[in-house]
C-alpha cells in the first residue's frame, strides 16, 4: 500500500483476456513484457492469467512484474457466494482463500483481492443471497488480516465465465451488504464507476454512498453496439460471459465524468490505485487510457 498521496496507476489488458485467460494463446510473461511500452506503475492480475499456483512459478511472476518496473497491486477473483449448491460455495471459499495467499506473495502487505457475491441465481431468494454473502466475506476477513491483505468489493457487472449478472449489481442490494461487514482495515470496496451505469445506478451517487471505504477503483468507459440501450441489456443479458453488446473503450471518452469523479477522489484525498480496464483494440488505447488519467491526476492532485 502506498503512503504517497496521490493515486497510482495500474494496467489491466482487457483486450486480451481471452488471449490470457481462455485460449492460452498469450502468456502472462506476455503481457507482462508488453506492458513495459505502458506508462503505468503498477499491472492488476486476473485469477485466470495464472498457470500454476505452485510458489516457484508465482515467484517467477512476481519476478517478472518487478524487473519489468511494476508493483502488483490488485488479484482480481470472482467467488461465486451465492451459488445454490452448498458444496460450490465452500469451493468458492476455499478459492477465495487461496486467491489472498497469492495475492499477498506477488502484491506484498496491503495489496487488494478483490471479491464478488456471486451470480444473480433466479431460485435464489435475496435475502438468503445476502446471508450468504456476508457470512462468506465475515469468515474470510480473519484470513485477510492474517495475510495482510484487503479484501475489495467490487458493484460488478459479470465475471467472463458466468451465465449469470452479480448478485449485488444494483445499489441498494451492494450497500447492503457492505454495510454490513463493520471491518474497515481489510475489506472496502473496489469501486467500478462503468459497472455503475450498467446496472442503472448514479455512478457519483454511489461514489458519494461508499467514499470512505474505497480501497481500489476500476477506471473505465463503456459504449454501447449501435441500436442497443442499457435497458435492453439488463432485460435480456442471459448470455455467457460479457454482453457482446457492451464495449470498453478510451477511458475519458465514454458514458463516465471522470470530472465529478476525481473531485471526490481529491476531496477524499486518494493515495491508493487506479487500475484501466481498457477497450478491445490493444495497445493504443491502452497508452491513450493511461494518459488520460495521468492529465487527471496532474489536474487534480498535482501529480
Given at each position: ?80 457466494f451465492t451459488h445454490p449448491d452448498a458444496d460450490m460455495r465452500r469451493r468458492a471459499f ?64 459479470k465475471d467472463g465465465a458466468w451465465r449469470y449478472p452479480e448478485f449485488a449489481q444494483k ?70 460471459g460479457y454482453s457482446p453488446h457492451l464495449r470498453h473503450g478510451v477511458i475519458g471518452r ?50
Open positions: 500500500m502506498t503512503t504517497e498521496r496521490f493515486p497510482r496507476l495500474a494496467a489491466f489488458p482487457k483486450c486480451y483476456i481471452e488471449e490470457i485467460a481462455f485460449k492460452r494463446t498469450m502468456s502472462l510473461f506476455d503481457w507482462i513484457e508488453m506492458a513495459k511500452a505502458l506508462p503505468a506503475e503498477g499491472l492488476e492480475l486476473y485469477e485466470g492469467f495464472l498457470e500454476s499456483h505452485d510458489d516457484a512459478y508465482l515467484d517467477s511472476v512476481g519476478e517478472a512484474i518487478s524487473k519489468a518496473g511494476f508493483s502488483m497491486p490488485m488479484m482480481c477473483c470472482s467467488p461465486d476455499d478459492h477465495e482463500v487461496e486467491m489472498m495467499r497469492i495475492t499477498r506473495r506477488l502484491g506484498g502487505p496491503g495489496a487488494t483481492c478483490r471479491v464478488l457475491s456471486g451470480q444473480r441465481y433466479p431460485e435464489v431468494p435475496l435475502e438468503q443471497g445476502i446471508e450468504w454473502v456476508v457470512d462468506a466475506i465475515m469468515r474470510l476477513i480473519p484470513i485477510a488480516k492474517e495475510y495482510d491483505v484487503v479484501l475489495g468489493m467490487e458493484n460488478h457487472y445499489k441498494d442490494v451492494f450497500l447492503r451488504i457492505v454495510n454490513a461487514i463493520p471491518e474497515r482495515t481489510h475489506f472496502g470496496v473496489q469501486y467500478d464507476p462503468s459497472n455503475a451505469i450498467v446496472a442503472g445506478d448514479d455512478p457519483i451517487a454511489l461514489l458519494q454512498a461508499v467514499k470512505d471505504r474505497v480501497v481500489s477503483m476500476h477506471a473505465s468507459d463503456r459504449y454501447l453496439a449501435e441500436g442497443v440501450t442499457l435497458d435492453d441489456l439488463r432485460q435480456h443479458d442471459g448470455t455467457l465514454g458514458l463516465n465524468d471522470y470530472h465529478a469523479i476525481f473531485r471526490i477522489l481529491r476531496e477524499m484525498d486518494y493515495a491508493r490505485w487506479i487500475s484501466i480496464e481498457d477497450g478491445l483494440d490493444g495497445m493504443d488505447e491502452m497508452r491513450d487510457s493511461l494518459l488520460f488519467l495521468r492529465r487527471m491526476r496532474e489536474e487534480y492532485f498535482g501529480r
